[in-house]
């Protein structure tokens, strides 16, 4: 899944190369904000048709700031219906333009890069997705004063690749860091905190640090519940980093209830035939099969293939998701 979250601040650090909001970019602005909270709540066509008109707009009117940020969104939306090559074929856009406006070394031009690599991993597409990783890696660390929200995320997605790298020890430094950066914004996103803090989480899991694990959860879980509306998705990713966190600890009872909650919940939100669904479901197998449980994990493997299959996704026999694919989209090396 391609979590919205982080674009507004993409939106703002763009706007810094162009000088203040006019009326006009004002209400475009608001405009894909309602897209972005549409898309959170998974009317993912509403929101395709928000983003393209923004898009539309914003090219009339000049205004290359918010038309960059639109474009990021509507590459988000096509990725989240499973319309991959549309998502492809945007965020190719989204990348020149964001090159032209803010520079090839940019933290705006790193996100975009994780995004477009992002999305050919998950889709199999394995050589395309080392390519684009490798340029995220090589700039990410780069640009860490322009837009500082950014850098905090950059540096996080920093940490989901030591994550997939099975290297959780380096990944717990950057993700302190991150969220450092970020605490030190005025009225920082606590929905991107708590993100932040999930993937610490997991890293943490996976150094047998099962105490600061479950405090970086709970401290997420402490901010999404100052939210009026807390993202989905980040609700979703909580329960199943709550899951890994057991399963690696041997509570495997506790596990598989959070894993069945995230199915039911994902399930309700995206339908029963999406790949998203699917991921969860792989996830849940995979441990199931670690605790023994091969005949209940061997059903879960054979309704992800068949969502898989009918949705055209081409990695199916891709390993399982865990808190990195929950929208969090580690490399993996």
């Not at 000088?19 to 309602?34: I, S, Y």
Request: neutral net charge.
């Amino acid at each position: 899944m391609f979590t919205p979250g982080w674009r507004l601040g993409l939106l703002l650090g763009l706007i810094g190369l162009n000088g203040a909001l006019r009326g006009q970019e004002q209400d475009l602005r608001q405009r894909f904000v309602t897209g972005q909270r549409v898309e959170e709540q998974g009317d993912f066509e509403q929101a395709r048709k928000i983003f393209s008109d923004v898009v539309e707009r914003s090219d009339r009117n000049g205004d290359e700031a918010t038309r960059v940020m639109a474009l990021d969104n509507l590459a988000a939306t096509y990725a989240d219906m499973a319309r991959y090559d549309d998502a492809e074929r945007i965020w190719k856009r989204t990348l020149a333009a964001t090159e032209r406006l803010a520079g090839p070394k940019s933290a705006s031009m790193a996100r975009v890069l994780w995004n477009l690599g992002s999305m050919y991993r998950e889709t199999g597409r394995q050589e395309d997705a080392d390519s684009f990783i490798r340029r995220f890696e090589e700039i990410a660390p780069l640009d860490l004063t322009s837009d500082p929200i950014l850098a905090s995320e950059n540096l996080s997605y920093l940490g989901l690749i030591y994550i997939g790298r099975r290297m959780p020890e380096k990944a717990i430094p950057l993700f302190s860091q991150s969220l450092e950066i970020m605490e030190k914004q005025p009225n920082f996103s606590r929905a991107q905190a708590a993100r932040i803090l999930i993937e610490s989480a997991a890293a943490c899991s996976d150094a047998q640090r099962f105490g600061d694990a479950m405090s970086n959860l709970n401290k997420a879980g402490a901010f999404l519940d100052t939210l009026e509306q807390p993202p989905l998705r980040l609700k979703l990713e909580l329960l199943a980093t709550r899951g890994r966190i057991n399963a690696h600890a041997k509570h495997i009872a506790e596990a598989d209830e959070c894993y069945s909650e995230a199915e039911r919940i994902a399930e309700q939100t995206y339908g029963p035939d999406h790949p998203f669904v699917a991921m969860v479901l792989r996830s849940h197998a995979a441990m199931l099969r670690q605790a023994g449980d091969k005949k209940h994990a061997a059903a879960l493997e054979k309704r992800a293939d068949l969502i898989f299959t009918i949705s055209r996704r081409t990695n199916s026999r891709s390993n399982s998701i865990d808190v990195s694919t929950l929208g969090l989209r580690a490399s993996g090396k």
